[in-house]
T-cell receptor, first 115, second 114 residues
C-alpha cells in the first residue's frame, strides 16, 4: 500500500513570495490533515478535511494560508505572501475516518525555508 | 483546553538498556486516545503505539510499551532493549473525543549510545 505522498520535499523562497504544497493521501482515506512543525516543536494542526469539506481550520492563518481538497482526494496548501516565521516543515497526514483510535499516517513532509 | 507535556528535551541511553520517556496530559474529555510517534532525522512521523482512555491494560507493541496511569494523567513510553536505530525525536500526542486533530507535545530527543 502506497503511503502519503508530498511534494516538493524542499522549498526555499524569499519573503512575500507565494508557495504551494501538494499532498496525495493513502487511497480511500477520508480524512486529511495539514500540520505545521516549526523547528524544535511538535506539529500543530493547520487544517483538517473530511472528504472535501473542512472540519477544523481554527489555527489556519487565513489572511495568508489557504487549502483545498478537490474531489476529496489530493490537497494543496498555499501560502501567499510568505513570512519569515512560516519557515517550517509542513506535514500532511491521512486516516481512514475520524475516531479517537484511528492512527494518522504521515507523509515525508515539505521543508520550507523563507529568506 | 487539551495539553501534552514532555519535560525531557533530551535523553541518553546505553544500547540494549531500557528507557522511559515521560508524557503527561490534560483534558476534560472522558474519551480520548494517546499516541506515541517517532521522528527520525529524515523527518517522517512513524506511529509507535496507541492507548485508549478506556483501555484496561497498558498497550504493548514489540519493544514499545505504554505505562498508562490515568489518575496521574501520564502516558510514558518504555522502550526495552534500546537499539542504535532508536535514536530520534519522540512525540507524545492526544486525540480528542471527536477524533480529530492530534495535539502534540514538544518532543524528547533520544540518543542511544553504543
Amino acid at each position: 500500500e502506497a503511503g502519503v505522498a508530498q511534494s516538493p520535499r524542499y522549498k526555499i523562497i524569499e519573503k512575500r513570495q507565494s508557495v504551494a504544497f501538494w499532498c496525495n493521501p493513502i487511497s480511500g482515506h477520508a480524512t486529511l490533515y495539514w500540520y505545521q512543525q516549526i523547528l524544535g516543536q511538535g506539529p500543530k494542526l493547520l487544517i483538517q478535511f473530511q472528504n472535501n469539506g473542512v472540519v477544523d481550520d481554527s489555527q489556519l492563518p487565513k489572511d495568508r494560508f489557504s487549502a483545498e481538497r478537490l474531489k476529496g482526494v489530493d490537497s494543496t496548501l498555499k501560502i501567499q505572501p510568505a513570512k519569515l516565521e512560516d519557515s517550517a516543515v509542513y506535514l500532511c497526514a491521512s486516516s481512514p475516518r475520524g475516531g479517537t483510535s484511528n492512527e494518522q499516517f504521515f507523509g515525508p513532509g515539505t521543508r520550507l525555508t523563507v529568506l | 483546553a487539551q495539553k501534552i507535556t514532555q519535560t525531557q528535551p533530551g535523553m541518553f541511553v546505553q544500547e540494549k538498556e531500557a528507557v522511559t520517556l515521560d508524557c503527561t496530559y490534560d483534558t476534560s474529555d472522558p474519551s480520548y486516545g494517546l499516541f506515541w510517534y517517532k521522528q527520525p532525522s529524515s523527518g517522517e512521523m512513524i506511529f509507535l503505539i496507541y492507548q485508549g482512555s478506556y483501555d484496561q491494560q497498558n498497550a504493548t507493541e514489540g519493544r514499545y510499551s505504554l505505562n498508562f496511569q490515568k489518575a496521574r494523567k501520564s502516558a510514558n513510553l518504555v522502550i526495552s532493549a534500546s537499539q542504535l536505530g532508536d535514536s530520534a525525536m519522540y512525540f507524545c500526542a492526544m486525540r480528542d473525543l471527536q477524533g480529530g486533530k492530534l495535539i502534540f507535545g514538544q518532543g524528547t530527543e533520544l540518543s542511544v549510545k553504543p
